[in-house]
């Protein structure tokens, strides 16, 4: 039976922040997103090499298509059998894929796999997202969300980096088992969590027929829209910023995701604090102009310092949008819903994600000019859900 207002009010105020299970929570998404992130810098040379670089565009949009398509089994499983072993089978996802790469060699295989790996990203996000907002107290969630996106972050931003260290120094292969063994490190750590989810069920293979109005939590669309414009600039990010990066005179192609993850790093438990304080929407769409700015500057200073300065502008605006945007998810949601409000929001971020990887990578064709188009383009549309914002406080004023 579904917790009462009151009781759910009654054990919010019990809550702390800094909680055993809050950290580990943390330290599981930094491994996890360690674990496949590591492998993106790598992987376009990779796929190139077996002959495929006409694919390039698809590394990322498999991946992100299969992770949008099971979000809304990921919600449900998040709402009936718990947090925690949702949060586990995208960790095993991850622990089996980094091994098989060494197994698919072939361009097909290859691309098999990454819509296979996709479904990791599917589940663990969703439900450790979930989790933080059962174990925080309400008034303090961005700042919990924030903390959160710092350790997630902190993977994205690792994880890359390492990968071409590993790469540069030895091997894919090696590169592809070091990705299942930092998965393992994320599994271990979620293990010991302990479970949020009061009422459980025990799962049943009917729990993964999904109905029409299980998909979408239509409370969440608001968030979703947002989300949506403001991904599709990192979809094309993860696709041709490697690239990019290695034509503007740097050998590791990690060195964008290091400089953007610690200007995201910088302002993210500040931007989640400001949003508790002064509203989730006005905070995001301050970052959403800053995504406008450093995604210009990508484009308009093709050197070193400009992928520097355009990195720490591009990272000060996701580390402000993220944490509010997932913030503004759990506030839009259904008490007993957050799962299925949290995935709708993960299916527009993971659509977002796919589609500027797709078209910028068939759009690109190896062609470096072409990039700043790409990059005017996504700034464009960042600041088109900040136009949505603005008409959406608006009409809120008025009615």
């Not at 950290?23 to 090499?49: D, K, R, T």
């Not at 996802?93 to 990203?121: A, D, E, M």
């Not at 070193?304 to 944490?323: C, R």
Request: proline residues 4%.
């Amino acid at each position: 039976m579904p917790m009462s207002t009151a009781e759910i009010n009654i054990k919010s105020s019990k809550k702390r922040l800094y909680s055993p299970k809050f950290i580990l929570v943390c330290l599981g998404s930094l491994f996890f997103s360690a674990s496949y992130n590591m492998l993106i810098p790598e992987l376009p040379s990779y796929l190139a090499s077996m002959g495929g670089a006409e694919y390039i565009g698809l590394i990322i949009s498999l991946f992100t298509l299969t992770a949008g398509v099971s979000r809304p089994f990921s919600g449900k499983l998040t709402d009936t059998i718990g947090r925690k072993p949702v949060m586990l089978i995208g960790g095993l996802v991850c622990l089996v894929c980094g091994g098989l790469y060494t197994v698919f060699t072939s361009v097909f295989g290859f691309l098999l796999l990454r819509l296979f790996h996709g479904f990791s990203t599917g589940f663990t996000p969703t439900a450790a997202s979930t989790y933080v907002s059962d174990i925080v107290p309400p008034n303090r969630l961005g700042e919990a969300m924030g903390i959160q996106g710092i350790a997630f972050s902190t993977g994205l931003a690792l994880g890359p980096a390492l990968g071409s260290l590993i790469k540069l120094h030895f091997s894919h292969e090696v590169l592809f088992y070091s990705s299942s063994l930092v998965s393992l490190v994320a599994l271990v750590l979620i293990a010991n969590l302990g479970e949020t989810l009061s009422t459980r069920r025990r799962f049943k293979w009917n729990l993964l027929r999904v109905h029409k109005h299980e998909i979408i939590a239509k409370e969440a669309l608001p968030s979703a829209v947002v989300t949506f414009l403001s991904y599709i600039a990192f979809g094309v990010v993860l696709t041709l910023i490697p690239d990019w990066t290695e034509a503007v005179g740097y050998t590791n192609k990690g060195v964008f995701f290091i400089v953007f993850t610690v200007a995201s790093l910088l302002v993210r438990v500040v931007a989640g604090k400001l949003s508790d304080i002064h509203g989730r929407t006005k905070v995001i769409g301050i970052g959403m102009a800053l995504l406008c700015v450093g995604l210009t500057l990508l484009a308009g200073i093709p050197s070193k310092n400009g992928l520097i300065l355009g990195a720490t502008v591009y990272g000060l605006g996701m580390g402000i949008v993220s944490p509010g945007i997932n913030a503004w998810t759990i506030d839009l949601s259904k008490p007993n819903y957050k799962g299925k409000a949290i995935a709708t929001m993960f299916i527009a971020l993971e659509a977002g994600i796919g589609l500027g990887a797709l078209v910028s990578g068939w759009y690109y064709g190896q062609s470096l000019q072409r990039i700043p188009i790409i990059l005017v383009v996504c700034a464009f549309l960042s600041f088109i859900g900040i136009c949505y914002l603005l008409l959406r406080s608006k009409r809120k004023k008025r009615s």
